[in-house]
């Protein structure tokens, strides 16, 4: 397996007040990396510094061995876009798309022809068990299918990693239980990386790796054997 995402001494600080304090951690092609901690505490912060939406203070965010900060905008908008997905708490649907045209969505930012990209996102919504809903839109959907369709859009375009800021968060256990499990089997089918952050240490459980964060600082957790 070959190291796909990787920080290094990395901090952030918002002014003079520190969110990041010198996280190290890395992963492989198809790792399901989990990181929790109290409100807070940096989590979601070292999350968006490892996507690059939040640029380091210090330190150095590697992908498959080059240097986000070293990337132009333009190179790592392109990464974001083309290699990375994105599940947020809230799936964040675009309202006015159908549940197959906001699957489709990276795809067609990625300049994929429009009916190439319904196929694909068809076929994603498929094996997530949301077939029959492909013409509604998030308004006519569940909770828990909103979060499936969020899985589906974040998965589509086979993404070398995916970025989960806690993902089941706004659903009850039954829904949170069966869109982890489904989101985690068909990124491990892909190898796709997950990285998530999430307050419940049921969803960490389900991690290949796991951190917790305290007041900025990462620590690794060494996963007990019965």
């Known amino acids: ?25 890395s992963l492989e ?13 940096g989590k979601s912060s070292l999350l ?14 590697r992908f498959e061995g080059c240097p986000l900060g070293a990337l132009t905008d333009e190179g790592l908008s392109a990464i974001r876009r083309e290699r990375f997905g994105f599940v947020f708490q809230y799936g964040e649907l675009l309202p006015e798309l159908t549940v197959e045209e906001n699957t489709a969505l990276p795809l067609r930012l990625a300049g994929q022809r429009k009916a190439d990209a319904l196929t694909a996102a068809g076929e994603v919504l498929g094996r997530l068990g949301l077939a029959d809903l492909r013409q509604r839109r998030p308004s006519q959907v569940s909770g828990g299918q909103s979060q499936r369709v ?11 990693v995916v970025f989960a800021d806690e993902p089941t968060g706004s659903l009850d256990r ?23 952050v999430t307050h419940d240490l049921q969803v960490a459980a389900q991690a290949d790796h796991r951190y917790t964060m305290t007041d900025g600082v990462l620590e690794a957790q060494v996963r007990e054997v019965s």
């Open 150 to 160: 969020a899985v589906a859009r974040a998965l589509v375009h086979r993404p070398t």
């Open 174 to 196: 039954k829904n949170a239980a069966a869109v982890l499990q489904e989101f985690l089997g068909l990124a491990r089918s892909q190898g796709t990386a997950v990285i998530l």
């Open 1 to 25: 397996m070959s190291e796909v995402l990787a920080a290094t001494g990395v901090d952030l600080f918002y002014g003079e007040t520190p969110a990041v304090q010198g996280a190290d951690i």
């Open 48 to 61: 968006y510094c490892l996507a690059g939406v939040l640029p380091v203070t210090r330190g150095e965010v």
């Open 29 to 41: 092609r198809g790792d399901v990396v989990a990181i929790t901690g109290q409100s807070g505490s």
